[in-house]
């Protein structure tokens, strides 16, 4: 048994990442197609030894394809993913479009990969800074419940794709290199490349990331709550998040406080972080070992540490949590999703089409 | 009346504004004397229209000084305050040394000046990361009662002083012109000088700031929660901090979730916070307005935005907190608590002479 695989945004930050994780990966593959806009046709990308073109996405590029990884904006799945599912092929989506849908299972393989049995085709992979939050508490979780989150992100430009990495480092060397003021260098992408004013990031700490909400949360801060209460099966968990975007490329680092249903000594904590598969403790304030964002680059694993008591509250813990926002946050846990649908032998196309979502 | 002047560590990051901020004030000064180590001996700076030299700090450095502003580390404050003040100086000290002393009045001017009455000769000026905290906090404290405080701390790395800033800016250099790997640059500084390993803040967050305690928070952490509650001057808020630094040069930003006594109307907080002096708030998520570090570089007030309920807890409030931790943060604290003095008529010698600290 092995799958065509499809990649639409295959010229991306973590298209190009999901090249790589496939190749990393367990799962067999028999083709691999890259998909992308127009302008990127003609490209070529190298897979294990094969070199291969890149082809524009069109509503008859799914022919033939097992398994479509998407992750070419919210806009291209919702115009895609349908004639994809409607070519027998399963749907790995990592943009935020389908994330809420009831039909679409949103998963961490980690996690909740029972989810994935009662798929309908489309499978919805988690925004980033969830992910690394859910691999975190998940164990935590398991042991002594959930009450409450409260978190505030450190989160990398290469969120915002590319250009955002880009124009992050050309902000950077006007300032440094040929002293414009920091507030004189351009910005057309961050905060957010969809709203209307646009800010330096170099220097510079922005506390939006995705457009604002009518309740004056943004996108993103929403995308926390929604998503942690959806992929742990809970709608009580409290969870309200500030998302804030910091001049780093590369590895989200987020500052969580939860509050436990049960009391958790502390030492059992760690033990249940350090079990749990794909997350790594690293927490000795003696040794000063604590996650850090430039260690985490290119790792698939995300970290932990700074774990300690709240100093008033019996239940509550604070930590840190760093992962690289483009492979576990991206395409890695795309990847692993589809190797958990073949181990669990369900990379097949879906008896009830979803005909509503065309 | 005026006054006879001396700013202690005036060749550092913060002594440099220290003298920027006296010009800026109301405070009349007679003279000023500026001190430092034996090394910038002979360097000059302009006051006014006046060229000062640097003099080297003695025990004698402080005849006929009125009030002595000192921020050249701990050590130095441990070693000359007393004979500035038994010199019948009042001394304002930007350090940690005497923060935490029960006869050592710890003020941020808009909060606490009434307990500037029963100084004994020296006054503490708080941590950067306290008072921007508490500029914020101090308006919602007086009309709903504080319950509790969770921060995180996105910190300029100016904080950890001049040689900090040029560190940061080295790295940035390596990784940017010279494509040197990130985890190859150098580091001697940050995250802490006093502490064994150095790591970079280039694209880079470290959550570590200052030396770990025993209950394995930082002493920058344990500063926030122990000067909140001597400033707030009640024992009973529930305060606990993370404290991270980011590569940014100058303002700290927080990211501040409260509870308050009572249940508060968001609009009424966003009116008390506003009508608080030297507090602006900057909260128009319609039009992206918010708080930025680069915006509040060089300024005195505290900016503060994204006042949003928290999506559960009713008393709950979260906000985003910024200042130019050189200026609020220390200098213009520092010169803001002479300034109270003065209009208390309080620039006295102490009659309690505290001989116990020499």
New interface residues.
Partial sequence: MSYNVAIVGATGAVGQQMIKMLEKSSLPVKTLKLLASKRSVGKTFLFKDQTIAVEETTENSFDGVDIALFSAGGKTSEKFAPYAVKAGAVVIDNTSHYRQNPNVPLIVPEVNAHALKNHKGIIACPNCSTIQMMMALEPIRQEWGLE?I?V?T?QAVSGAGAKAIEET?KQ??QV??EETP??EVGATIL?SGG???H??IA??????IDL?TD???TYEEMKM?KETKKIMEDETI???A?C?R????TAH?E?V?IETKEIADINAVKQAISDFPGTILEDD????I??????AVGKTETFV????K????DN?I?M?VVSDNLLKGAAWNSVQIAESLHQQGLVHATKELLFELI
């Fill in positions: 409450r409260i505030s450190y480092q950077l060397k440094l290199n920091v507030k905060p709203d209307k004013k800010y330096p220097f510079n700490a922005l506390p939006q604002f309740n004056d949360y709550t409290k969870v309200s500030t804030v910091i001049p780093v490329l680092s500052s406080y304030p003696s040794e000063q604590y996650p850090q964002a430039i260690n540490g700074r774990i300690r709240d100093l008033d509250v509550g604070h840190w």
